[in-house]
Structures are given as C-alpha cells and as structure tokens.
C-alpha cells in the first residue's frame, strides 16, 4: 500500500509529468488560436480552455479528444504544489525557483477565478442618451414586464437558456405560465407580406407575431456579429387556458403589450442587461484622425456619470487607454457606430484583477534572483 | 601583417559605413534640396525624398529606377518627373506586375516589362478600366478570403491610384503651363470674377477670360479632388491651420485674392524643371526653403535630418557588414582564428553600433519607442540577439558569437527590407497602439525575448552545422555552445514571460481584462511554455545537448509563429500586420528548421564531428 502511495506521489511530482503537461498546453493553445478563425473568440475559450476536456462533436456524440484548460491547468497545479511539499528545502538557492513557482501558482489560481467570476457587458450610448444598465453582447433574455404603474416597471427577466431548454416557467409575480413553442439560436423576421409565400401558417396568433414569418439563420461566430435569436411562447392561465402564442425576437425592438388580469404586460427578448445604481449620459464622442488621412488618432466619450443616490455626479473622458474605473467595473472604449454618434463601452467586472500583479512581481524577482545565481556562479567560474 | 589586419578590416568597414553620405548624383540641379522639402502624407510630416523612396518601394519593390533611355534616376529625380513631366514618367517601368492573370488584363506579356517584371503606365493605360472593374470584382470579397489574383488586382489598381494621386499633388498634370496660367490668373482674378458672373446672369462679359477663370477654377478642383500630399504648409502665425493639398489652397485664391506663394513656387518649379533650367531652378528654391525656414523650423529640423538618415541607409550597409563578419567568422575556424575572429568582432559591433543610431533616430523622428510595427520589430529583434551576440563573444572568444550575429543581423534586416515594401515604415500609431508607457515597456520586452529565442535557436543549428558537417565541433566547443545556449535560454525565459506579463497588465489597465486568449497573446504564452520545458527539460536530465539543441532549434518555429504566423490569421486585437507573402516563407522557414532536427537526430557515429566530440 505504501508503495502504491510512493509511486504515485512520485508521479505527481515528477519533472516528467511537468514537461509533458506543458507541451499538451502548448498544443492546447494552439488548437484553440487557430480555432478562433472559425468560432470566434468566446466559443473557442468555452471550447478548449474553460473546460475539462476538449469534445469533438463525432456524428452528434461529443467525444472527449484533447484534455482541456481546466484539466491541464489543474494538474499543472497539483504537480507544482506537490512538488513542493515533497521536496521543499528552504536554501538561498532555491528561493528563486521557489519565488517563480509560488507566482505562477498565483497566476494559475488568478486565471481560474478570472473564467468563473469575471463579466463583459457592452454600453451602447448614442449623443445625449442616458443609460442605466449595460448589455451582454452574448447572452439574452426575456423581459416579461408589468408596466400597470406609469411611473413604475416590476421586470421579470427568464435567461435565454431557460427557452432553450423549452422549461415551462412559472414566477411567483406573473399570473401565467411560459411555454416555449419553438426556440431558433439565430433567426431574422420578416413581414410574410414581403415574403410572398402566406399560404404557410403564421407562427403566432397574437400581436405582430400573427404577420411575421421565422427565417432561421446559421449561427454566427464572428466577433463583430452576435446570434439574435427567437421563440415562439404561449401563455398560459390557470387550468390551462392559453392566452395564444407570441413570437418574441430580438430582432423586434418595440415590446409587444397585451393586458391580462387586470394588469399591464409588456414582452420583449432583448439583450441581457445588467442595471445598475447610476447612469452614463454620452455628452460627447470623438474621433480624431491624422490630417489627411483615415487613420484613427484618438477615440473619446465625454459621459456623465450620476448615481441615483445623489453622491456621484461628474463628467469623465473615457478615452484608448484609459478607462473609467467606478463600482469595481471598468467601462472602456471599445468602439462606436453611426457616422460617430454612438459609442460603444465595454463594460468588464473582474474581481480577481489583482493577482496576476501579484503574481508577475513574484516571477519576475523569482527569475532574476534564479538566473542571477547562474550568473554569478558562471562567471566566478571563468575567473578562477 | 597578421596583427594590422583587424584594424584595416575596421577602417574599411567604417569607411563603407560612411561612404553613402558623400554620394552626390550628378545634376545641376539642387536635388537634395527638392527631397528635403517637407510635406504632410499618411498623417506625418516627411521629406519628399522619403515620399519618393517610399512609392518607390511600394510600386516597384526597390529605389532603383532607370529610364527607357536607359539613364539611373534618384528617387527625387523619378518624382521631380512624376510631378513635373509626366509625360515622361508615364513611360518610366515602374509597376511591378508579377501575376500572369494580371498581366492578361492588359494583355502583356513578361517580356514586355523592364526585368520581365515592370511596366509604364503608358503600357497599362488602355485597359485601366478594365482593372479597375476587376479590383472592384476582387473587393466584393473579404480582404483574407481573397485569392492571390484578386490580391494582385487591387494592388495594382491602388498602385496606379497613387501613382495618379501624386501626379496631382503640386500642380495640375497636363501638359498646360501651368505657371503662366496661375501668373494670368493673379493679375486678372478681380476681372476673372467679375466676367464669370457676368456670363452666368446672362449679362455682356469677356468670355475668352470667364471661359479662362472658370477652366482654371476646375482644375484647381480636380487637384484639391485627386492629389494626396498636403505640401501647403500652415502660414506663419496662424495657430489652428493645418497643411492643404495645393488644390485646396489653390481653390482658396478665389476667396483671398492671391494665389498661394508656396503653390506658385511648384509652378515655378515645375516651369524651370520641364524647360530644364537649373539656375532658376535652384533660386527658387533657395526662395522657398528661406521663407519656410521662418516659419517650420522644428519640422525641418526633423525632415532634414531624415532626408540624410535616408541617403546614410544604416540598415542596408549593415547588411552587408554583417555577411561579411559571418564569413570572416567562419574562415576563422578553418584558419588564422585569432585575427579573423577580432576582425568579424569589430564588423559586427560597428554594424551594430550602424543599427543602433539608425533605430535611436527612427524614434526621434517618430518620438515614439523602437517597436512600433512589425517592420521596427524585425529591426529590434536583429539589434537585440546581436547584442548579446556580442555579450557572447566578449566572453567566450571562438568565433560562436560573431557567426551568430551576422547570421541573426543579416536575416532579421533582410526581413525588415521586406517589411519595407508595403510602404511608410515610420506610420503613425493606430489609437489602439497609442501609449508610449506600455510600448517602451511590454512591446520592448518581448521583443527582446523573441530575439534571445531566436538567438538560442541559430546556436544550436550552428552546434548541428558544425557537429554533422565538419570535424570542428570538439568538446570544448561543444561545452561551450551548450552553455551559450543555456544562458539564452534563460535570459529568454525572463524576457518573454516578464514582456507576456506585461502586456496583459497593459490589457487590464486599459481593457479591465488581464487575459483574453488574443492569437498573439497566445504566441506569446507559447514562446513562455516552450521556454520552460527546455529549461525543466534539462533539470530533470530528461534532454541532453543534443536534445536541448534540438528543442532550441523548435523554438525558432515556435517564435516566428509567434511573431508572424499569429498576424496571418487575420483575427484578434494584434492583427496590425496582415500579410499574405510572407506565409509562403514562414512555411519554408518552419521545413528548414524541422530538417535541422531531424540533422541533429541523425545517429552519433554519422556526425562527422564524432571522433572529436568523444
């Protein structure tokens, strides 16, 4: 038993296991950055690196081929740490190498937190509209709303995955239960005037959904694209009286409204938003380019920044290379639209931001104080 | 004579360095002055000596230009012709077609073109319709997804766009006298005005002068419309003025009244230069540069001294001195080590030290630090693994160091001059790019760890060369070249990761994010790991030399994926330097390497370095 135990602690800690881990991670990360030609960036990092094994989808059965981030990165892990503990000596010798591993565990454990906790949301702003919520820019929802108050919106957002997995919703605060008819990843709606072919049956029966048509669309990887998807839902009542059918997109920006129970609904599929306790307003946006030529010099979004309680209320440039930092996000400039009158935040919350500073200030000494010895050693060498 | 022969080798080699500076091309005519005026063009003041080396190399792939008549132009002279006789330069063969379906758009062959490769727009000017039908064919489709054809059509077509963008730029191309018309202009324009308008309401006028005015106001428009440099400087004073095309400001003498002084000098140049009368040429000239001597002095400070940092062409001299160092390096293990191994050491510094001032005025000129594009990073790259190459042969003093150095020096310029053929090298900085703080630290950085690898790599192939092909590789040689190789490695392992590390504290302060998986984010993080595995590799005893070396020679694929093949996917953040041309090399460059190993594979006793090596 305590054999069986020695050899495979001597595995784990073997310099062996090490270099062939790095070498799978290296054949990882380049699978994953030639992938990204085809999936895009977020489909290729759920693909190879936030997950534990690589699946190849073979005729519909995804088969595990290629160990993944978390998989590699783990035992990555265990094979530092172990290594550690097994054999740590405290020498001035060493303390280099140490100081370089300790780093790189921070870097690994940063890396991990990073994927689980952090957020990216977008703010789209045109001149002189105020906002108070960013946008996902890959997950979205449906917003069913009891708009009954004028003066107060009671919102209940299902997650576009609820749809997809055609789950029947019920929420303590709706009088009626969701269906999903049909669900489409990707589709456009047209008018099915303008399609010609009316003879098919309309997919709803309700509000706009009775005149549309569903075009589904293969879905889109490209990072300057997003998938807009749709759905078909039915409503339905107690014992089960169907209030009809709606075809929800987020293709279709007004909400469509019906009243039931005495109340006021609204429904919309829209991009998944993230509200929040203050507001930007854009007062200005900017591009500058080089005299005489297309070439960007500068992108800026002069906003206002008002909290709801009253004790923010400012105007701050975001501008390439410095971002607004506020609530533990970072809103930075990441694009504009319109002929230059929109402008497009990113808005990303990572909380774990800190480690990899950490973790560089200790590999970098690590390394110095590790190759210095070398150093040193060698040239004492030479001259004696 | 054994012993002088290092420091003749020296002088020599200085003098060569030197010799371009006192080249003076012979002409009556003040050419250096026409180069060194300045102009505004992509976004940077230049000197049109620059403009003209510039589309040189973008037409053509090289400065040299010679006439049908068979007379060598300078670059100025070639553009002195496009400008001012353009008659002339159309017949100059100066656009390089090399695809033959290009070439049966207009229906010429190979033999019809100057080196069986350029052509005059003269010979091209029947079917530019039909390029420009097929470039606009070729641009329906996305810039990656296009086939080399397609590719070629829009270059040429963007070539001869240029080509006619500068003809417009000073004066108007069409054979009219151009300075006469502008002389006639000035002195009639409040009667010019008044006759057109006149002739408009329909009232009596002069309609020889409206007819004259009117003809003249639209070819001011046509230059304002397709020039493309802004070679009217700002007058002195005016704070919030910008440089104009000559079109624009010409445009603008129907408000002030005047012709512009600075457009009228071009007229005047152009007059002097078609009749080819250098006296009054050079006059106006020296009235020229003295009026904007007043008023841009610091842009010419900048402009002048690019305009001799082009005729001193650093990079292209050093070249040359740095095969020459490989050579002498290499006899050296043949014959007379000493000398010929402090002769190569006094090549390479002084090339080094060629490329060190070349690289310091590229960021004064740009005010920016040395890596701004993949060109100043070929650049970089060579002065960084040259200078520990130098580091190395300080030390060891057998030759390994200066081999390497005229190898690595040599190969990276000559990249760099290929870099140099899509045009201004010293480009202005997309906004993305713009933060001098981070350039001069993430970007120099990994720079510099991309050189240490490749340095490590181009050790160990000379270990290979030396140990399969000669009897030269003993065991002293061999120890220390496995040591070298060592000491890269691990300067190169601090480096990129340091420089990794570095752009991704770069990315979160500017994006919010550490890491983002970006394909040269992740060439960088590839460089790192394989850095590592050779040095855990040679800790845990599981490659010897020959397997390090080996893994090092890996390395050089592993950091020109990096380098370039991460920018041919065309995707992600860093994609600043598509290129299509250089896949093809890149695929040569990974087989050579790849053979190279399989080499160091080959079984110990087919090494003809085996008996020496026991």
């Known amino acids: 038993m305590r054999d069986t135990w020695n050899s495979f602690v001597k595995f784990f800690i073997s310099l062996r296991v090490t270099v062939v881990l790095l070498a799978l991670s290296i054949i990882l990360i380049f699978a994953a950055t030639l992938d990204q030609v085809n999936l895009g960036i977020w489909a290729v990092q759920e693909k190879y690196f936030r997950t534990f094994f690589v699946l190849w989808d073979v005729k519909g059965f995804p088969l595990p081929v290629f160990p993944g981030g978390y998989f590699i990165g783990g035992l990555l892990l265990i094979n530092l740490v172990a290594s550690h503990v097994y054999r740590f000596k405290l020498t001035w010798k060493k303390s280099g190498i140490l100081l370089t591993h300790a780093g790189l565990i921070i870097l690994l454990v940063g890396e991990l937190l990073t994927g689980l906790w952090q957020e990216e949301f977008q703010l789209r702003l045109d001149q002189g509209q105020t906002r108070n919520y960013s946008e996902s820019y890959r997950f979205n929802e449906l ?53 010609g072919n009316a003879s098919a049956p309309p997919p709803a029966t309700r509000d706009i959904g009775a005149r549309l048509a569903i075009i589904p669309i293969p879905l889109t990887y490209k990072q300057n694209e997003r998938n807009l998807p749709a759905a078909v839902i039915e409503l339905l009542g ?51 380019r080089y005299v005489g030529t297309e070439i960007p010099k500068n992108f800026a979004s002069k906003v206002r920044l008002h909290s709801q309680d009253g004790s923010t209320d400012r105007e701050v440039l975001i501008y390439m290379n410095n971002p607004l930092r506020f609530d533990g996000l970072t809103f930075y400039q990441a694009g504009f639209d319109n002929n230059d009158t929109t402008t497009v935040l990113q808005v990303v919350r990572n909380p774990s931001w800190i480690l990899p500073y950490i973790a560089c200030a200790m590999m970098g000494i690590g390394l110095l104080i590790q190759f210095g010895i070398h150093l040193f050693a060698f040239i004492n060498k030479r001259r004696a | 004579m054994k012993r002088f022969l290092p420091l003749a080798i020296l002088i020599l080699g200085a ?98 073109g100057a080196g069986k490769k350029r052509f005059s727009y003269r010979q ?36 001869v766009i240029l080509y006619q963008q500068l003809k417009h730029s000073l004066v108007m191309p069409d054979g009219s006298d151009f300075l006469n018309d502008l002389l006639r202009l000035q002195d009639n324009l409040a009667a010019g005005v008044e006759a057109v308008r006149n002739k408009e309401s329909g009232k009596d006028a002069n309609a020889e002068l409206a007819g004259f005015t009117m003809n003249m106001g639209s070819k001011f428009l046509r230059m304002e419309q397709i020039g493309i440099l802004l070679a009217i400087p700002p007058a002195a004073g005016a704070t919030d003025a910008t440089w104009q095309k000559a079109g624009q400001s010409l445009l603008a003498t129907f408000q002030n009244g005047s012709v512009n002084v600075n457009a009228l000098t071009f007229a005047g140049l152009q007059h002097t230069w078609k009749n080819q009368q250098p006296e009054q040429f050079n006059t106006l000239l020296a009235k020229q540069r003295t009026e904007s001597e007043r008023a841009l002095t610091a842009v010419l400070k900048k402009t002048d001294a690019e305009t001799l940092f082009n005729k001193a062409e650093p990079f292209y001299t050093s070249m040359s001195l740095y095969v020459l160092a490989f050579l002498l390096a290499v006899f050296s293990w043949l014959k007379w080590p000493a000398p010929l191994q402090r002769a190569a050491y006094y090549l390479v510094l002084l090339a080094w030290v060629a490329t060190t001032v070349g690289i310091l005025m590229r960021m004064w000129l740009e005010g920016r630090p040395p890596v701004t594009n993949l060109y100043s990073s070929a650049l970089f790259v060579g002065w960084g693994s040259v200078g520990l190459c130098l580091t190395l042969e300080k030390i060891f003093k057998n030759g390994i160091g200066s081999v390497a150095a005229g190898l690595t020096g040599f190969c990276t310029l000559l990249i760099a001059h290929h870099l140099s053929l899509s045009g201004d090298t ?147 953040l860093h994609s600043y330097g ?37």
């Not at chain 1, 129970?261 to 900017?286: I, N, Q």
């Not at chain 2, 012709?81 to 207009?106: C, K, M, N, S, W």
């Not at chain 2, 855990?536 to 990096?562: C, D, K």
Request: proline share 5%; with cysteine.
């Open chain 2, 426 to 572: 010293l480009e202005m900085m997309r906004a993305v790019l713009d933060s001098n703080f981070w350039l001069a630290t993430h970007v120099v950085v990994i720079t510099i760890g991309y050189s240490a690898t490749f340095l490590a790599g181009f050790l160990a192939i000379i270990y290979v060369f030396r140990g399969v092909f000669t009897r030269s590789l003993d065991k002293a040689t061999a120890d220390s070249l496995s040591r070298m190789v060592y000491g890269i490695i691990c300067f190169a392992t601090l480096f990129s990761l340091i420089g990794t590390i570095l752009g991704g504290i770069w990315a979160d302060q500017s994006w919010g994010r550490f890491w983002g998986w970006d394909p040269k984010e992740n060439g960088a993080l590839i460089i790192v790991i394989w850095n590592a595995i050779i040095l855990h590799a040679r800790w845990g005893g599981l490659a010897r030399t020959r397997g390090i070396m080996a893994l090092a020679i890996f390395g050089n694929i592993v950091t020109s994926w990096s380098w370039f093949g991460t920018n041919m996917l065309g995707v992600g």
């Open chain 2, 578 to 614: 598509f290129m299509d041309q250089a896949f093809v090399a890149l695929v040569i460059f990974v087989a050579t390497q790849l053979i190279l190993i399989g080499l160091a594979y080959l079984p110990p006793e087919k090494w003809r370095s085996a008996p020496t090596l026991k």
């Open chain 2, 124 to 159: 091209l000017i029947a079917k530019l319709e039909e390029l420009d039908r097929q470039a606009s064919l070729a641009e329906s489709v996305e810039s990656p997804a296009r086939t080399s054809y397609q590719r070629a059509v829009v270059n040429l077509r963007n070539h």
């Open chain 1, 143 to 195: 917003a069913v709303v009891d708009a009954t108050d004028p003066n107060w919106d009671q919102v209940v957002a299902i997650p576009e995955e609820r749809l997809q997995q055609r789950d029947e919703i019920q929420h303590e605060r709706l009088p009626f239960r969701i269906v999903t008819r049909a669900y489409y990843p990707n589709a456009a709606v047209q008018m099915r005037e303008e399609l």
């Open chain 2, 15 to 112: 003098l060569y360095l030197a010799s371009p500076l006192f080249r003076k091309p012979k002409s009556d005519f003040n050419l250096d002055g026409f180069g060194r005026i300045p102009v505004v063009a992509n976004g940077r003041t230049k000197p049109l000596d620059s403009v003209a080396r510039n589309t040189l190399l973008l037409l053509q792939g090289r400065q040299r230009i010679v006439t049908p008549e068979n007379v060598s132009l300078t670059p100025t002279q070639w553009l002195l012709d496009v400008f001012f006789r353009p008659e002339l330069a159309d017949t100059y063969q100066h656009f390089e077609i090399v695809h033959p379906g290009v070439l049966d758009v207009f229906g010429l062959g190979i033999e019809d």
């Open chain 1, 238 to 288: 107690p014992s089960n009286v169907s209030l009809g059918t709606w075809v929800v997109s987020t293709m279709l920006v007004q909400p469509q409204t019906f009243d039931y129970a005495g109340r006021t609904w609204r429904l919309a599929m829209r991009f998944e938003r993230a509200y929040k306790p203050y507001s930007l307003t854009l007062l200005k946006f900017s591009h500058d």
